[in-house]
C-alpha cells in the first residue's frame, strides 16, 4: 500500500511569510507525528496526534508553530512570520498504535524541504 | 542532546565486512528504542527495535544489542553491502510502546565500498 506522503516536496519562502505544510498519513494509522530535521541532525520531535487530537505538542518551538488534524487523517502544520532559522526538513510519520507491539513502528514520509530566504 | 551539526560520525566498510554503529543514549527513563536508516532526500526507515526488557534482539542481517548499565545501543550489520550505505540513527522512548515522542541520536554516515 502506499506509504506517508507529504506536499509539497520543497517549498521556498521569504522571512515573515505563512507557510502551510501536508502530511497524508497510512491509511488507517490512528497516530501522526511531525518532526523537524536540520542538516546533519536526527530528528527533533514537534507534535504528536492520536486521532484528531494532540497527544503531545511538547516540541512545538514557540506559538509561530500550529497544527490541526481535523479529520483524523491528513494533518497540516502551519508556520506563521517564517524565520531563516525556520528551514529544515519538515518529516510526518504515522503509526497504526494498536497494541504497542510489532508492526506498531512509526513510518516516516520523504519530508517537506523548507527554505526561507 | 548536544548538537555536533555537520560533523557526525562516520564508519568506513569493505562490502562483506561486518559494521558495528554504536550510540549513547541520555535518558536512563528509556525503554524503548528503535534503529532507522536514512538514504539522502528520504525520510527515516525503520530496521529494528529492542524494550529494554532485553539485551539482545535479532532481524534480518542486523543485531541490536542493549546495555542498560552505561546507556549503551549497538547496531551491528552483517555481511555489510553497498546498499547499505546512509546515516544511521538510532531513538529512544519513554514508555515502552511504539507510539509517542521519539528522541533521535545525532546520527552515523555509514560509507560501503564495493
Known amino acids: 500500500g502506499a506509504g506517508v506522503s507529504q506536499t509539497p516536496s520543497n517549498k521556498v519562502t521569504e522571512k515573515g511569510k505563512y507557510v502551510e505544510l501536508r502530511c497524508d498519513p497510512i491509511s488507517g494509522h490512528t497516530a501522526l507525528y511531525w518532526y523537524r530535521q536540520s542538516l546533519g541532525q536526527g530528528p527533533e520531535f514537534l507534535i504528536y496526534?492520536?486521532?484528531?487530537?494532540?497527544?503531545?505538542d511538547s516540541g512545538l518551538p514557540n506559538d509561530r508553530f500550529f497544527a490541526v488534524r481535523p479529520e483524523g487523517s491528513v494533518s497540516t502544520l502551519k508556520i506563521q512570520r517564517t524565520e531563516r532559522g525556520d528551514s529544515a526538513v519538515y518529516l510526518c510519520?504515522?503509526?497504526?498504535?494498536?497494541?504497542?507491539?510489532?508492526?506498531?513502528?512509526?513510518?516516516f514520509g520523504p519530508g517537506t524541504r523548507l527554505t526561507v530566504l | 542532546g548536544e548538537s555536533v551539526g555537520l560533523h557526525l560520525p562516520t564508519l568506513s566498510v569493505q562490502e562483506g565486512d561486518n559494521s558495528i554503529i554504536n550510540c549513547a543514549y541520555s535518558n536512563s527513563a528509556s525503554d524503548y528504542f528503535i534503529w532507522y536508516k536514512q538514504e539522502s532526500g528520504k525520510g527515516p526507515q525503520f530496521i529494528i527495535d529492542i524494550r529494554s526488557n532485553m539485551d539482545k534482539r535479532q532481524g534480518q542481517r542486523v543485531t541490536v544489542l542493549l546495555n542498560k548499565t552505561v546507556k549503551h545501543l549497538s547496531l551491528q550489520i552483517a555481511a555489510t553491502q553497498p546498499g547499505d550505505s546512509a546515516v544511521y540513527f538510532c531513538?529512544?522512548?519513554?514508555?515502552?510502546?511504539?507510539?509517542?515522542?521519539?528522541?533521535f541520536g545525532q546520527g552515523t554516515i555509514l560509507t560501503v565500498h564495493p
Open positions: 531513538a529512544e522512548k519513554v514508555g515502552g510502546t511504539s507510539y509517542g515522542k521519539l528522541t
Open positions: 510519520a504515522s503509526s497504526s498504535q494498536t497494541s504497542g507491539g510489532a508492526g506498531d513502528e512509526q513510518f
Open positions: 496526534f492520536q486521532g484528531t487530537g494532540a497527544a503531545d
